[in-house]
């Protein structure tokens, strides 16, 4: 069962659509292309927020649904939780 969907190839982020636990190999559907990839959590993530795609250098803007969506202010690893502790958004 995939725990994540990636709505664009392009995303950096996925979308928990299932709690995931640190640790946890999880997969993830990627809807633009209808593949599947594989993540390793390196922490919690609840239902709803997002988890790294690939590892993202602070700064770096953060990329889901194939746009910017803000930028991350501190390096983030692939399999980490990403939220409002280390992603500002680019809209304010």
Same mark, same amino acid.
């Given at each position: ?27 993830? *559907? ?6 599947? %990839? ?12 997002? +988890?790294?795609?690939?590892? %993202? ?5 953060? %990329? ?11 390096? +983030? ?14 809209? *304010?």
């Amino acid at each position: 069962m995939e725990k994540f969907f990636v709505h664009a190839k392009a995303d950096t982020v996925g979308v928990a659509v299932a709690d995931i636990q640190a640790g946890e190999k999880v997969t993830g *559907w990627v809807m633009e292309d209808d593949t599947i %990839i594989e993540v390793q959590a390196k922490s919690n993530i609840p239902l709803g927020h997002k +988890i790294a795609l690939q590892d %993202i250098a602070k700064g770096e803007m953060v %990329i889901k649904y194939g746009q910017p969506i803000g930028r991350a202010t501190e390096t +983030i690893a692939r399999g980490e939780h990403v939220h409002v502790h280390n992603l500002k958004t680019a809209r *304010w």
